[in-house]
């Protein structure tokens, strides 16, 4: 029973990996091409602009995160195991809040424009807008960063899940609470092995690392 559990849960992950390898490589080709044939430039022209300016609003949003890093340095320094995780667990946290809420934003005003011919080539172009700016900021990181990582999967598993529930059974206000929650506890149940594996050293550097920049 086990092993059969094992190779359906190997079988889905397979088929997920397929799914997420074809949507980064070709969601925002094909995805920009059909809308420019039925002449939804408007769309193509919004979600390059947003998706270019991301970076720079992220860089002024996440600027809160220096706050948590003087805290994590100084009870490093004290030795303070506790603090530190909790601090850093309250800066992993309120990174990838942002990005959830980026990708949110942009599905909800993608989908909110979608209709007819343009719902699924829109879908993918949000896909693509959303996960764009997050996969060239995780460029400037260090290619073991774990907690990047992280954060860019999170933001592909609720994108999918997110236009999954709209194919199916409609978007509302309570799916989009249920949702944020779901991936608030994945969040947590990611970040507390991230602070154990990559240790306080790893969160020294990235503290020291801001602030030289």
């Not at 088929?15 to 420019?36: D, E, H, M, P």
């Not at 408007?42 to 860089?59: A, E, H, K, Q």
């Not at 992280?150 to 194919?167: C, D, K, N, R």
Request: no cysteine; proline share 3%.
């Amino acid at each position: 029973m086990n092993k059969m559990l094992a190779l359906a849960g190997g079988a889905v992950w397979g088929v997920l990996l397929v799914v997420i390898t074809f949507l980064n490589y070709f969601s925002g080709i094909i995805s920009g091409i059909w809308l420019a044939i039925i002449g939804n430039w408007g769309n193509i022209i919004f979600g390059i602009l947003i998706s270019v300016m991301m970076p720079f609003v992220y860089s002024i949003v996440a600027l809160p995160t220096m706050l948590f890093m003087l805290p994590i340095k100084y009870f490093i320094e004290k030795n303070n195991r506790i603090a530190t995780s909790v601090f850093a667990l309250a800066n992993l946290l309120y990174s990838n809040a942002i990005i959830i809420v980026w990708v949110m934003a942009v599905f909800v005003y993608f989908t909110d424009k979608a209709s007819g011919s343009s719902s699924i080539p829109l879908l993918l172009w949000g896909y693509s807008v959303a996960l764009a700016p997050l996969a060239y900021m995780a460029k400037e990181e260090p290619a073991n960063s774990t907690g990047t990582a992280m954060g860019i999967f999170l933001a592909i598993i609720s994108y999918l899940s997110l236009m999954i529930m709209w194919l199916t059974t409609g978007i509302n206000f309570a799916v989009l609470i249920i949702l944020a929650v779901i991936v608030a506890t994945l969040n947590l149940l990611i970040a507390i092995p991230i602070m154990r594996r990559e240790g306080r050293e790893a969160i020294l550097n990235k503290s020291s690392k801001v602030y030289e920049d």
